[in-house]
């Protein structure tokens, strides 16, 4: 399957990201698609810690409206301490993806604090719900009935989200894999 907008077959490598150590997703985690190893210097370079996470995605659903399905992932200790001790003196964590915030948020306590996990996550992170240990995310942008969008309200304002939606509808923005990025911040 490919997107309208893809008009050629791409490599099969060009459907993974620099942070790719697995086989398991059923398609590319789109939000990491601009990172390249240039970039990943770049950032670590000016200070920016990384934290690994596994993470097999789901299917992306185009139907309005569907919930995501269950994703496999992986939270290492290391990941979880960093996660918080970056919290703890005032940094942000910003989250690649929405695959990411799912896992994240999974092993996060009511309090924020992440611990080490692994398995299958259904968690369904809405307005209602919120983001409990993540500040920011960097996503891809879905369509504009997807479920995705009650994750997205959970970390920005429903209407700023519904004006920057309206805004990349209006001026032909992609979606999924071979789209754009953008930052969320809480």
């Not at 060009?14 to 240039?38: I, L, N």
């Not at 919930?67 to 690649?96: I, K, M, Q």
């Not at 997205?152 to 992609?174: K, N, P, Q, S, T």
């Amino acid at each position: 399957m490919r997107y309208r907008y893809v008009r050629r077959r791409w490599p099969l490598e060009a459907y993974q990201t620099v942070f790719a150590t697995q086989p398991g997703s059923a398609e590319m985690p789109s939000a990491a698609r601009p990172f390249t190893d240039r970039v990943m210097t770049r950032l670590v370079s000016a200070g920016v810690q990384i934290a690994p996470l596994v993470l097999h995605t789901g299917v992306a659903s185009a139907e309005a409206h569907e919930r995501p399905y269950p994703e496999w992932f992986r939270v290492p200790s290391s990941t979880a301490r960093l996660v918080n001790d970056v919290r703890a003196a005032g940094g942000r964590v910003v989250a690649v993806g929405t695959t990411a915030v799912r896992a994240l948020e999974t092993v996060a306590g009511a309090d924020g604090r992440v611990v080490a996990g692994e398995g299958w996550t259904d968690l369904i992170v809405t307005p209602d719900r919120g983001v409990r240990a993540i500040d920011g995310l960097l996503t891809g942008l879905h369509e504009p009935k997807a479920s995705h969008l009650d994750l997205l309200a959970a970390v920005v304002d429903r209407e700023l989200l519904a004006r920057c939606y309206a805004e990349a509808v209006r001026d032909g923005y992609l979606w999924h894999e071979f789209g754009d990025v953008n930052l969320l911040l809480r």
